[in-house]
């Protein structure tokens, strides 16, 4: 069996006072899971996936991701790391507004030093794959939040990564939006794509989890895997 795409080993992560944000958490991902992890504010849901995505370090542990332990990477090694092996989406979209669409979803391929014909046959396959490529000229503040949450995702997909980390990507969005990129998440899934989602929507979770975990004072209280989607 191969090894597991993400390996959380006996993490920790304490701040200056008050409890860890997380103790003493294990935990395992297979490539092409669609893992929700739940849990009320404070439960140390962010805490795991800036750990994962390499913003911060366990205190005590070790964070494994598609074969590197992140936690001993350079500054300059996870910045490669990210452009490389993960891509994010946020709850507010984190486009830039002076930028076209095209342009947006362009960017991590001209800073991972993509060729430029091939970062644009790339974009456009992405924009036509999310049902977008009719507003590729289009600046995101003319969209509507689903619309902008698809350039997000294009964006995040766009250097093929091995892990696809979603921060409550529906928390901006009114219903209709959110059940849109709740059908976007589990078709990505179900074409391949491992993804990790930290949010509050149960709903979300239920459509497009195959997995989920429950954090309670940074500890996996409940883990489920999904018999059928």
């Given at each position: 069996?191969?090894?597991?795409?993400?390996?959380?080993?006996?993490?920790?992560?304490?701040?200056?006072?008050?409890?860890?944000?997380?103790?003493?958490?294990?935990?395992?991902?297979?490539?092409?899971?669609?893992?929700?992890?739940?849990?009320?504010?404070?439960?140390g849901?962010?805490t795991?996936?800036?750990?994962?995505?390499?913003?911060?370090?366990?205190s005590e542990?070790?964070v494994?991701?598609?074969?590197?332990r992140?936690?001993?990477l350079?500054?300059?090694?996870?910045?490669?790391?990210?452009r490389?092996?993960?891509?994010?989406?946020?709850?507010?979209?984190n486009?830039?507004?002076?930028?076209?669409?095209?342009?947006?979803?362009?960017?991590?391929?001209q800073?991972?030093?993509?060729?430029?014909?091939?970062a644009?046959?790339?974009?456009?396959?992405?924009l036509?794959?999310?049902?977008?490529?009719?507003?590729?000229?289009?600046?995101?503040?003319?969209?509507?939040?689903?619309?902008r949450q698809r350039?997000?995702?294009?964006?995040?997909?766009?250097?093929?990564?091995s892990?696809?980390?979603?921060?409550?990507?529906?928390?901006?969005?009114?219903s209709?939006?959110?059940?849109?990129v709740?059908?976007?998440?589990?078709?990505?899934?179900?074409?391949?794509?491992?993804?990790?989602?930290v949010?509050?929507?149960?709903?979300?979770?239920?459509?497009?989890a195959?997995?989920?975990?429950?954090l309670?004072?940074?500890?996996?209280?409940?883990?489920?895997?999904?018999?059928?989607?």
């Amino acid at each position: 069996m191969t090894a597991p795409l993400i390996q959380i080993r006996d993490v920790s992560k304490k701040y200056d006072v008050g409890r860890p944000a997380l103790a003493g958490l294990n935990l395992e991902v297979r490539a092409g899971e669609a893992l929700a992890v739940l849990g009320p504010s404070g439960s140390g849901k962010s805490t795991l996936l800036n750990l994962i995505a390499g913003l911060d370090k366990p205190s005590e542990g070790s964070v494994t991701v598609d074969g590197l332990r992140v936690d001993e990477l350079t500054e300059a090694a996870l910045a490669k790391y990210r452009r490389e092996r993960i891509g994010m989406v946020f709850q507010f979209f984190n486009l830039l507004d002076d930028l076209t669409v095209n342009d947006n979803v362009l960017l991590p391929a001209q800073l991972a030093g993509m060729p430029r014909a091939q970062a644009r046959i790339r974009a456009a396959e992405l924009l036509e794959y999310l049902g977008i490529d009719r507003h590729a000229r289009a600046f995101p503040g003319r969209l509507s939040g689903g619309e902008r949450q698809r350039v997000a995702v294009a964006r995040a997909l766009m250097n093929r990564p091995s892990l696809l980390l979603a921060d409550e990507p529906t928390g901006a969005l009114d219903s209709a939006s959110a059940t849109d990129v709740r059908e976007l998440l589990t078709e990505l899934n179900e074409d391949g794509q491992t993804i990790l989602l930290v949010t509050h929507d149960t709903a979300l979770a239920d459509a497009c989890a195959t997995r989920t975990i429950e954090l309670v004072d940074g500890t996996i209280s409940r883990d489920v895997r999904t018999a059928v989607r």
